[in-house]
Protein backbone atom coordinates (compact mmCIF):
# COMPACT_ATOMS: atom_id res chain seq x y z
CA UNK A 1 0.00 0.00 0.00
CA UNK A 2 0.84 3.56 -0.83
CA UNK A 3 2.51 5.45 2.02
CA UNK A 4 -0.41 7.88 3.38
CA UNK A 5 0.34 11.61 2.10
CA UNK A 6 -0.67 13.15 5.92
CA UNK A 7 -1.81 17.12 4.76
CA UNK A 8 -3.41 17.56 7.88
CA UNK A 9 -1.53 19.10 10.86
CA UNK A 10 -3.61 21.90 11.50
CA UNK A 11 -6.04 19.42 13.21
CA UNK A 12 -3.21 17.12 14.22
CA UNK A 13 0.13 16.56 13.89
CA UNK A 14 1.83 13.53 11.91
CA UNK A 15 4.01 11.71 11.70
CA UNK A 16 5.62 12.41 15.05
CA UNK A 17 9.95 11.99 15.90
CA UNK A 18 9.77 8.62 16.49
CA UNK A 19 10.96 9.37 20.32
CA UNK A 20 7.21 10.82 21.36
CA UNK A 21 6.12 7.04 20.83
CA UNK A 22 8.74 5.48 22.19
CA UNK A 23 8.50 7.67 25.14
CA UNK A 24 4.48 6.79 25.87
CA UNK A 25 5.44 3.05 25.46
CA UNK A 26 8.27 3.28 28.06
CA UNK A 27 6.41 4.90 30.19
CA UNK A 28 3.65 2.52 30.41
CA UNK A 29 5.69 0.01 30.30
CA UNK A 30 7.84 0.76 32.51
CA UNK A 31 6.93 3.29 35.30
CA UNK A 32 4.10 2.68 37.78
CA UNK A 33 2.41 5.56 39.40
CA UNK A 34 0.91 8.25 39.78
CA UNK A 35 1.77 11.48 39.86
CA UNK A 36 1.52 13.42 42.98
CA UNK A 37 0.13 9.55 44.88
CA UNK A 38 2.82 8.39 47.14
CA UNK A 39 6.06 8.64 48.13
CA UNK A 40 7.32 5.16 46.51
CA UNK A 41 10.12 6.08 43.74
CA UNK A 42 8.42 5.46 40.71
CA UNK A 43 5.49 7.69 41.93
CA UNK A 44 7.97 10.05 42.40
CA UNK A 45 9.31 9.49 38.88
CA UNK A 46 6.14 10.34 37.31
CA UNK A 47 5.68 13.75 38.95
CA UNK A 48 9.36 14.26 37.57
CA UNK A 49 8.11 14.23 33.92
CA UNK A 50 5.28 16.75 34.54
CA UNK A 51 7.67 18.75 36.15
CA UNK A 52 10.77 18.59 33.58
CA UNK A 53 8.20 18.62 30.68
CA UNK A 54 7.10 21.83 32.29
CA UNK A 55 10.43 23.02 32.53
CA UNK A 56 11.14 22.98 29.01
CA UNK A 57 7.96 24.24 27.75
CA UNK A 58 8.33 27.13 29.48
CA UNK A 59 12.39 26.93 28.19
CA UNK A 60 10.77 26.64 24.46
CA UNK A 61 7.89 29.31 25.16
CA UNK A 62 9.74 31.68 27.11
CA UNK A 63 7.32 31.44 29.78
CA UNK A 64 7.73 32.93 33.73
CA UNK A 65 6.89 30.40 36.41
CA UNK A 66 6.59 27.26 35.02
CA UNK A 67 4.49 26.11 37.93
CA UNK A 68 1.68 27.91 36.44
CA UNK A 69 1.44 25.50 33.41
CA UNK A 70 -1.64 23.28 33.60
CA UNK A 71 -1.65 20.20 31.76
CA UNK A 72 -4.83 19.95 29.84
CA UNK A 73 -6.00 17.43 27.27
CA UNK A 74 -6.08 19.59 24.03
CA UNK A 75 -6.36 23.63 23.91
CA UNK A 76 -10.22 23.39 24.18
CA UNK A 77 -9.86 22.33 28.22
CA UNK A 78 -7.77 25.36 28.40
CA UNK A 79 -9.31 28.01 26.59
CA UNK A 80 -12.35 26.89 29.28
CA UNK A 81 -10.34 26.85 32.09
CA UNK A 82 -9.18 30.58 31.52
CA UNK A 83 -12.68 31.85 30.11
CA UNK A 84 -14.79 30.08 32.98
CA UNK A 85 -12.19 30.73 35.48
CA UNK A 86 -11.62 34.24 35.26
CA UNK A 87 -14.84 35.81 33.16
CA UNK A 88 -17.83 37.28 35.23
CA UNK A 89 -21.43 38.96 34.67
CA UNK A 90 -20.48 42.40 33.69
CA UNK A 91 -17.19 41.77 32.32
CA UNK A 92 -16.82 42.36 28.69
CA UNK A 93 -14.19 41.00 26.44
CA UNK A 94 -13.24 41.46 22.80
CA UNK A 95 -12.61 39.24 19.99
CA UNK A 96 -11.11 38.47 16.75
CA UNK A 97 -13.08 37.64 13.36
CA UNK A 98 -11.70 34.03 13.13
CA UNK A 99 -11.98 32.69 16.52
CA UNK A 100 -12.11 28.49 16.91
CA UNK A 101 -15.20 26.93 18.26
CA UNK A 102 -12.81 26.38 21.85
CA UNK A 103 -13.25 30.25 22.04
CA UNK A 104 -16.54 30.97 20.25
CA UNK A 105 -18.83 27.76 22.44
CA UNK A 106 -17.34 28.56 26.09
CA UNK A 107 -18.16 32.37 25.37
CA UNK A 108 -21.83 31.52 24.21
CA UNK A 109 -22.30 30.21 27.81
CA UNK A 110 -20.76 32.54 29.48
CA UNK A 111 -23.02 35.26 27.43
CA UNK A 112 -26.13 33.56 28.88
CA UNK A 113 -24.41 34.72 32.25
CA UNK A 114 -23.70 38.00 31.11
CA UNK A 115 -20.36 37.69 30.07
CA UNK A 116 -20.29 40.74 27.54
CA UNK A 117 -18.81 39.77 23.93
CA UNK A 118 -18.09 41.91 20.68
CA UNK A 119 -15.55 42.17 17.85
CA UNK A 120 -12.24 43.95 18.69
CA UNK A 121 -11.26 46.55 15.86
CA UNK A 122 -10.30 44.45 12.80
CA UNK A 123 -7.62 44.48 10.23
CA UNK A 124 -8.17 43.40 7.03
CA UNK A 125 -7.37 39.88 7.94
CA UNK A 126 -10.36 39.77 10.95
CA UNK A 127 -7.62 39.95 13.18
CA UNK A 128 -7.37 42.85 16.23
CA UNK A 129 -5.63 45.97 14.88
CA UNK A 130 -3.35 47.14 17.49
CA UNK A 131 -3.82 50.69 17.15
CA UNK A 132 -7.69 50.85 17.84
CA UNK A 133 -8.16 48.58 20.84
CA UNK A 134 -11.33 48.99 22.97
CA UNK A 135 -10.99 49.41 26.81
CA UNK A 136 -12.45 46.13 28.12
CA UNK A 137 -11.57 43.35 30.30
CA UNK A 138 -9.62 41.01 28.19
CA UNK A 139 -8.77 40.78 24.17
CA UNK A 140 -8.52 37.44 23.19
CA UNK A 141 -7.01 36.27 19.82
CA UNK A 142 -6.52 32.97 18.03
CA UNK A 143 -2.61 33.08 17.20
CA UNK A 144 -3.63 32.19 13.46
CA UNK A 145 -6.65 31.58 11.91
CA UNK A 146 -6.70 27.75 11.39
CA UNK A 147 -9.17 28.56 8.43
CA UNK A 148 -7.10 31.26 6.32
CA UNK A 149 -3.76 30.97 7.96
CA UNK A 150 -3.63 34.49 9.00
CA UNK A 151 -0.84 35.72 11.85
CA UNK A 152 -1.98 38.00 14.85
CA UNK A 153 0.23 40.42 15.38
CA UNK A 154 1.14 39.37 18.54
CA UNK A 155 3.79 41.45 19.39
CA UNK A 156 2.46 44.89 18.96
CA UNK A 157 -1.02 43.37 20.64
CA UNK A 158 0.74 42.45 23.63
CA UNK A 159 2.39 45.95 23.77
CA UNK A 160 -1.15 47.63 23.34
CA UNK A 161 -2.94 45.40 25.91
CA UNK A 162 -0.03 46.26 28.28
CA UNK A 163 -0.36 49.90 27.94
CA UNK A 164 -4.64 50.41 28.30
CA UNK A 165 -4.41 47.03 31.25
CA UNK A 166 -6.31 44.43 29.48
CA UNK A 167 -5.34 41.41 29.68
CA UNK A 168 -4.41 39.46 26.50
CA UNK A 169 -5.41 35.94 25.70
CA UNK A 170 -3.87 34.18 23.05
CA UNK A 171 -5.01 30.73 21.10
CA UNK A 172 -2.08 29.50 20.64
CA UNK A 173 -3.29 26.16 18.83
CA UNK A 174 -2.16 26.90 15.44
CA UNK A 175 1.42 29.01 16.25
CA UNK A 176 3.00 26.77 19.48
CA UNK A 177 5.68 24.85 18.11
CA UNK A 178 5.61 26.46 14.67
CA UNK A 179 5.97 29.72 14.73
CA UNK A 180 7.74 32.09 16.49
CA UNK A 181 6.17 34.53 18.81
CA UNK A 182 6.68 36.83 21.34
CA UNK A 183 4.98 35.85 24.56
CA UNK A 184 6.51 38.64 27.21
CA UNK A 185 2.86 40.20 27.41
CA UNK A 186 0.82 37.71 26.75
CA UNK A 187 -1.33 37.15 29.97
CA UNK A 188 -3.13 33.56 29.25
CA UNK A 189 -1.67 31.59 26.59
CA UNK A 190 -3.71 28.39 25.58
CA UNK A 191 -1.47 25.26 23.59
CA UNK A 192 -2.55 22.11 21.78
CA UNK A 193 0.14 20.01 22.91
CA UNK A 194 -0.96 17.56 19.80
CA UNK A 195 -0.32 19.85 17.11
CA UNK A 196 2.84 22.33 16.28
CA UNK A 197 4.57 20.65 19.88
CA UNK A 198 4.48 17.39 18.38
CA UNK A 199 2.90 15.72 21.50
CA UNK A 200 0.51 12.60 21.55
CA UNK A 201 -3.26 13.24 21.32
CA UNK A 202 -4.54 13.97 24.51
CA UNK A 203 -2.14 16.79 25.60
CA UNK A 204 -2.71 20.65 26.10
CA UNK A 205 -1.72 23.34 28.27
CA UNK A 206 -2.52 26.66 29.38
CA UNK A 207 -0.17 29.14 31.21
CA UNK A 208 -1.19 32.05 33.24
CA UNK A 209 1.12 35.40 34.06
CA UNK A 210 2.01 35.69 37.88
CA UNK A 211 -0.97 37.75 39.41
CA UNK A 212 -4.13 36.00 37.57
CA UNK A 213 -5.76 32.79 39.20
CA UNK A 214 -8.75 31.41 37.98
CA UNK A 215 -11.25 29.24 39.50
CA UNK A 216 -10.31 25.83 39.00
CA UNK A 217 -12.68 24.38 36.28
CA UNK A 218 -12.05 20.63 38.16
CA UNK A 219 -12.13 19.28 41.83
CA UNK A 220 -10.82 16.10 43.19
CA UNK A 221 -8.19 14.55 43.96
CA UNK A 222 -4.22 16.25 43.60
CA UNK A 223 -2.41 14.47 45.98
CA UNK A 224 -1.94 16.79 48.06
CA UNK A 225 -3.33 18.46 50.50
CA UNK A 226 -6.16 15.77 50.90
CA UNK A 227 -7.08 16.66 54.36
CA UNK A 228 -8.84 19.82 53.05
CA UNK A 229 -12.35 20.01 51.15
CA UNK A 230 -11.34 22.66 49.40
CA UNK A 231 -8.51 22.49 46.22
CA UNK A 232 -4.76 22.98 47.15
CA UNK A 233 -3.97 26.66 47.00
CA UNK A 234 -0.93 26.27 45.27
CA UNK A 235 -0.04 25.73 41.46
CA UNK A 236 -0.23 23.49 39.30
CA UNK A 237 -1.60 21.26 41.85
CA UNK A 238 -4.90 23.66 42.99
CA UNK A 239 -6.29 22.99 38.58
CA UNK A 240 -4.94 19.56 38.04
CA UNK A 241 -7.31 17.21 39.53
CA UNK A 242 -7.49 14.09 39.02
CA UNK A 243 -4.86 11.24 37.74
CA UNK A 244 -3.17 12.94 34.89
CA UNK A 245 -2.10 11.76 31.19
CA UNK A 246 1.95 10.89 32.44
CA UNK A 247 2.34 8.72 29.28
CA UNK A 248 1.39 11.04 26.83
CA UNK A 249 2.99 14.47 28.58
CA UNK A 250 5.84 12.00 28.45
CA UNK A 251 5.55 11.84 24.82
CA UNK A 252 4.72 15.49 24.61
CA UNK A 253 8.09 15.92 26.48
CA UNK A 254 9.73 14.65 23.52
CA UNK A 255 7.97 16.74 20.78
CA UNK A 256 9.23 19.65 22.93
CA UNK A 257 12.62 18.25 22.91
CA UNK A 258 13.35 17.46 19.62
CA UNK A 259 12.26 21.63 18.88
CA UNK A 260 14.15 22.67 21.56
CA UNK A 261 17.46 20.61 19.39
CA UNK A 262 15.72 21.74 16.23
CA UNK A 263 14.75 25.24 16.90
CA UNK A 264 11.22 26.79 15.79
CA UNK A 265 12.79 28.90 13.58
CA UNK A 266 14.27 26.22 11.64
CA UNK A 267 10.34 24.63 11.40
CA UNK A 268 8.50 27.76 10.13
CA UNK A 269 11.62 28.03 7.32
CA UNK A 270 10.93 24.34 6.67
CA UNK A 271 7.56 24.89 6.36
CA UNK A 272 7.15 28.17 4.71
CA UNK A 273 9.04 26.45 1.52
CA UNK A 274 6.62 23.94 1.57
CA UNK A 275 3.68 26.37 1.63
CA UNK A 276 5.31 28.31 -0.82
CA UNK A 277 5.72 25.49 -3.29
CA UNK A 278 1.72 24.84 -2.65
CA UNK A 279 0.64 28.40 -3.30
CA UNK A 280 2.21 29.09 -5.97
CA UNK A 281 0.72 25.60 -7.79
CA UNK A 282 -2.48 27.06 -6.64
CA UNK A 283 -2.05 30.35 -7.40
CA UNK A 284 -1.33 29.39 -11.15
CA UNK A 285 -4.83 27.54 -11.28
CA UNK A 286 -7.82 29.49 -13.04
CA UNK A 287 -10.31 26.84 -11.50
CA UNK A 288 -9.07 27.65 -8.37
CA UNK A 289 -9.79 30.31 -5.89
CA UNK A 290 -7.05 30.43 -3.00
CA UNK A 291 -8.14 32.72 0.82
CA UNK A 292 -5.91 35.79 1.49
CA UNK A 293 -3.06 36.65 3.10
CA UNK A 294 -0.82 35.26 0.27
CA UNK A 295 2.19 35.84 1.71
CA UNK A 296 3.66 33.47 3.36
CA UNK A 297 5.63 35.15 5.47
CA UNK A 298 1.63 36.06 7.24
CA UNK A 299 0.66 33.37 7.14
CA UNK A 300 0.48 29.99 9.27
CA UNK A 301 1.31 26.52 7.87
CA UNK A 302 -1.72 26.18 6.68
CA UNK A 303 -3.87 27.19 2.91
CA UNK A 304 -7.67 27.05 1.99
CA UNK A 305 -8.71 26.95 -0.74
CA UNK A 306 -12.18 25.62 -2.97
CA UNK A 307 -12.25 24.83 -6.69
CA UNK A 308 -14.66 26.44 -8.69
CA UNK A 309 -18.36 25.14 -8.37
CA UNK A 310 -16.93 21.46 -6.94
CA UNK A 311 -18.03 21.08 -3.64
CA UNK A 312 -14.72 20.60 -1.22
CA UNK A 313 -16.08 17.52 0.17
CA UNK A 314 -15.68 16.02 -3.38
CA UNK A 315 -12.44 17.22 -3.82
CA UNK A 316 -10.78 15.92 -0.67
CA UNK A 317 -12.99 12.37 -1.12
CA UNK A 318 -10.95 12.10 -4.48
CA UNK A 319 -7.65 13.37 -2.87
CA UNK A 320 -8.31 10.39 0.15
CA UNK A 321 -8.51 8.10 -3.25
CA UNK A 322 -5.42 9.09 -3.93
CA UNK A 323 -4.01 8.56 -0.61
CA UNK A 324 -3.76 12.26 0.21
CA UNK A 325 -5.49 13.56 3.59
CA UNK A 326 -6.32 16.93 4.08
CA UNK A 327 -9.34 18.34 5.69
CA UNK A 328 -12.86 19.72 3.99
CA UNK A 329 -15.86 21.03 4.77
CA UNK A 330 -16.18 23.65 7.88
CA UNK A 331 -12.99 24.05 10.13
CA UNK A 332 -14.90 24.48 13.82
CA UNK A 333 -14.56 28.29 12.90
CA UNK A 334 -17.88 29.54 11.69
CA UNK A 335 -16.87 32.87 12.22
CA UNK A 336 -13.58 32.72 10.15
CA UNK A 337 -15.67 31.24 7.28
CA UNK A 338 -18.58 33.64 7.45
CA UNK A 339 -15.64 36.23 7.17
CA UNK A 340 -14.28 34.78 4.11
CA UNK A 341 -17.42 34.50 2.60
CA UNK A 342 -16.49 30.11 2.61
CA UNK A 343 -20.08 29.68 4.70
CA UNK A 344 -21.48 26.77 5.16
CA UNK A 345 -19.79 24.85 2.04
CA UNK A 346 -16.33 25.42 3.80
CA UNK A 347 -13.21 25.13 2.22
CA UNK A 348 -10.58 22.63 1.23
CA UNK A 349 -7.57 22.60 3.62
CA UNK A 350 -3.78 21.34 3.42
CA UNK A 351 -1.44 22.15 6.16
CA UNK A 352 2.35 20.84 5.64
CA UNK A 353 3.89 19.88 9.16
CA UNK A 354 7.43 19.74 10.78
CA UNK A 355 8.41 16.53 9.35
CA UNK A 356 6.35 16.96 6.23
CA UNK A 357 8.55 16.64 2.93
CA UNK A 358 8.76 18.25 -0.29
CA UNK A 359 7.96 15.58 -1.81
CA UNK A 360 4.88 15.57 -0.12
CA UNK A 361 3.47 18.43 -1.12
CA UNK A 362 4.53 18.19 -4.57
CA UNK A 363 2.72 14.50 -4.88
CA UNK A 364 -0.56 16.83 -3.52
CA UNK A 365 0.35 19.16 -6.32
CA UNK A 366 0.22 16.47 -8.91
CA UNK A 367 -2.72 14.75 -7.92
CA UNK A 368 -4.25 17.55 -7.67
CA UNK A 369 -3.70 18.55 -11.10
CA UNK A 370 -4.39 15.40 -12.65
CA UNK A 371 -8.16 15.88 -10.56
CA UNK A 372 -8.50 19.12 -12.47
CA UNK A 373 -7.83 18.16 -15.75
CA UNK A 374 -10.09 15.33 -15.36
CA UNK A 375 -12.72 17.86 -14.58
C1 LIG B 1 -7.24 28.01 16.54
C2 LIG B 1 -7.62 26.77 17.28
N1 LIG B 1 -7.97 26.86 18.57
C3 LIG B 1 -8.30 25.78 19.29
C4 LIG B 1 -8.29 24.53 18.73
C5 LIG B 1 -8.68 23.36 19.57
O1 LIG B 1 -7.58 22.52 19.79
P1 LIG B 1 -7.78 21.13 20.53
O2 LIG B 1 -8.38 20.20 19.54
O3 LIG B 1 -6.43 20.74 20.99
O4 LIG B 1 -8.70 21.38 21.67
C6 LIG B 1 -7.92 24.37 17.39
C7 LIG B 1 -7.92 23.03 16.77
O5 LIG B 1 -8.11 22.81 15.64
C8 LIG B 1 -7.58 25.52 16.65
O6 LIG B 1 -7.23 25.45 15.36
Redesign the pocket.
Known amino acids: MKRIIYLDN???SYPKPKQVARAVAKTIETIAGSPGRGAHRQAITTSRILFNTRLDIAKLLKLKNPERIIFT???????NIALKGLLKKGDEVAISA??????IRPLAVLKKKGVRVRYAPLDKNGLPDPSRLPKVKMLIT?????VTGAVAKIKALGRACKAKKIFFFV????IAGSIPFDTSNIDIL??????GLLGP?GT?FVWFAEGLTPKPLLDGGTGSESELADMPSYWPDRFEAGTMNTPGIAGLHEGIKYLLAKSIKAVREHEMALNKIVLEMLMNDSLIIVYPPFDTRKRASLISFNVKGVDPAEVGDLLDRRGIAVRTGL???PHAHKFTGTFPEGTIRISPGALTTQADVKRFTQELYKILKGR
Open positions: AATKNATEGILEHNAVTGASNDAAQACAGHKQGHCA
